[in-house]
């Protein structure tokens, strides 16, 4: 939703029942987009901008997910909100005022949410391996019956690469897989 057609909206005489029945139907919108696409293609400032916070951040709590937005990316656009509503301040006692504020408990909720992204994506990366295991191990028992069950994984992991791939995935040194080096 453009901001030209929020103000068209908001310039059309009409009495405060139906004035308030758009702006729920234009958040309404604004979040089902939400919904629809990866948080990758949504510039989620000009949501912030639109709709507000708040409705980014209820939604957010509602769903139960952060729909890919990090816990950086929501302060980011929650101190760039606050420097809005408190104009007078620096960007960080606005964003304390708009943490601690009754507006703040969604962002808190969202915030908290926001910080198992990292959890996720690896509860999701290790349910793919699993997926990709299992579908080598249904290959090497399907071509080379005969053989025991570990050779005939080793077999279908060398052939298959791209499964191999996703079954196997090195940890990164900037990981936290691999303990703390002592000396």
Known sequence: MSPETIRSCASVNCDEDEVSERTRLHHAKALTVLDDSPMSNIDLSAVVKAYGLQALTKHMTSEGTSFGVSESELTALATEHAKRVYPDD??????????????????RSAIEIAKNVAFTADAEAEADAAAACRELQAIGKARWGSLSPAQQFARAFETNPELAKRAHKRPSMLSTSFPFPRS
């Open 90 to 107: 620096r960007s960080d006692v606005a964003f304390a005022k708009l943490y601690s504020s009754e507006e703040g408990a969604s962002l």
